[in-house]
Nanobody, 117 residues
Framework: QVQLVESGGGSVQFGGSLRLSCTASGSGTSFRLSTMGWYRQAPGKERELVANIRSSGSTAYTGSVKGRFTIARDNAKNTVFLQMNSLKPEDTAVYYC?????????WGQGTQVTVSS
């Protein structure tokens, strides 16, 4: 059974950086065939897609993070990363890792990111 474990969240000041990691255990070869994504959910708001990366390596970002966040994957380590630079208070949220494949969606438990002004 596939499990996603996120790490790297924390508290930073405005303009700071954080790097989130998400490692898939038990995924076998399915990780490299999956689209991996990072979502976030702020208090009182719906969960939104932040960025994703397809098996081909192509990436997509929501407009508010373009130029500040970078998603990358290491298929050899079944890990996806989200490098977050120039963080703003509005980036404060719980960040979730998602694996989308033919078997459906799998979610991590989430990691808190807090940006203070």
């Amino acid at each position: 059974q596939v499990q996603l474990v996120e790490s790297g969240g924390g508290s930073v000041q405005f303009g700071g950086s954080l790097r989130l990691s998400c490692t898939a255990s038990g995924s076998g070869t399915s990780f490299r065939l999956s689209t991996m994504g990072w979502y976030r959910q702020a208090p009182g708001k719906e969960r939104e897609l932040v960025a994703n990366i397809r098996s081909s390596g192509s990436t997509a970002y929501t407009g508010s993070v373009k130029g500040r966040f970078t998603i990358a994957r290491d298929n050899a380590k079944n890990t996806v990363f989200l490098q977050m630079n120039s963080l703003k208070p509005e980036d404060t949220a719980v960040y979730y890792c998602n694996q989308n494949s033919l078997i459906g969606d799998i979610w991590g438990q989430g990691t808190q990111v807090t940006v203070s002004s």
